[in-house]
């Protein structure tokens, strides 16, 4: 959540951040500025009454022993009714505190200066590109329809299984995706300098609430209740490994030496996709359930925009490696994620679509992760100060499985591998079932 002592300071600010980012967000912040306002007024009225309370008290007591019985009565029913004043208070200011903290959590982080100005995503400035897209002298299959005719890809018993948005993988298609996975933990484990773990699929809610995925994005988790003797509980899948490896640093003081903290981990991911109903409903780009290789930094605020640069990078060396045409974009004001104060999207280009979709989105997150998980660090043996967080795909698992089918497809239906890929995969090529 954002400070609400940089908002108090100066709200012209905060209103044209908060604006930049579309203006969906300006009742929010005006509600929360407002809310702010009655709690701190409440506070200081229930601050008086508390040392008015006091002062009365200790005033019984010297009553008392002057032995002024009327006057100490007096003063006791004066007690009383401040005692009755200021619980009535407290009820208010308990119910305002809680308000308050649902408006925090329901803010978006406000777009650090650097951001380019946006209304929507063709406002997204192109940072540099990659190899440019080959020329083809054939027309392209789009990657579902190339990977079921090469056997690697089954949706229908995937949809028979689950249904739409899932997909199902076969024979050197899994030996594909199995490549893939391990070749990018080893890049960036053993070459990025990352520890790699391996993390819980199942959260409470208050760990995607710490990286902002609840309340806003409620709609967007899958769910679950778990029962362990008597006791159930709420338990979400996990919409990205990012949720787990960040809080993984939660209510915690961290010494100074050990900042920077770089995780990496793959897991399988689950989304909803509650709002994208009719959007890339066939092939591997918006499934429900998806794969990817998470990257998280954890550092000191002076180091923050240096370790997005670093992050995006590392995703980026990725699509280096693999000769992949792409593209590094800056997401403006508009298009933001909601945790997000800076993002960098990294775009792939797909052959037979004929356009760049995106595979990765590294973002700086700021502080705002950090207040709502209460992860801070220890400057020596000084001061202690909230810690900044990052995240990005290194990469997205299967939508770069879809990119190598799309643009390493060849006229005669083989699929070549990427030369880097060809350690794990064991095998230069995949060959058309009919050969």
Known sequence: MNDINLIRKDPEQARTGIKNRGGRYSAALEELISLDKRHRDILREVEALRAQRNAVSQAVGKAKAGKDEKEALRLMAEVTQLKGEMSGKEKILEDLSAQLREASLGLPNIPHPSVPLGTSPEDNPVVRSGPAPKTLDFKPLDHQTFGEKLGLLDSATAAALSGSRFSMWRGDGSRLMRAIISFLLDLHTREHGYQEAWVPSLVKPEILEG?????????????????????????????????????????????????????????????????????????????HQFDKVELVWVTKPEDSLAALESLTGHAEEVLKRLEIPYRVIALCTADMGFASCKTYDLEVWMAAEGKYREISSCSDCWDFQARRMNTRFRRGQGSVELVHTLNGSGVAVGRLFACLLENYQQKDGSLVIPKVLIPYFGAERIAPLSS
């Open 211 to 287: 990286t902002g995925n609840l309340p806003k994005f409620e709609a967007d988790l899958y769910k679950i209740a778990a029962t362990e003797g008597e006791k159930t509980q709420t338990l979400y899948l996990i919409p990205t490994a990012e949720v787990p490896l960040t809080n993984s640093v939660r209510d915690r003081i961290l010494p100074e030496s050990s900042l920077p903290i770089k995780l990496t981990a793959y897991t399988p991911c689950f989304r909803q996709e509650a709002g994208s109903y009719g959007k890339d409903v066939r092939g591997l780009i918006r499934n």
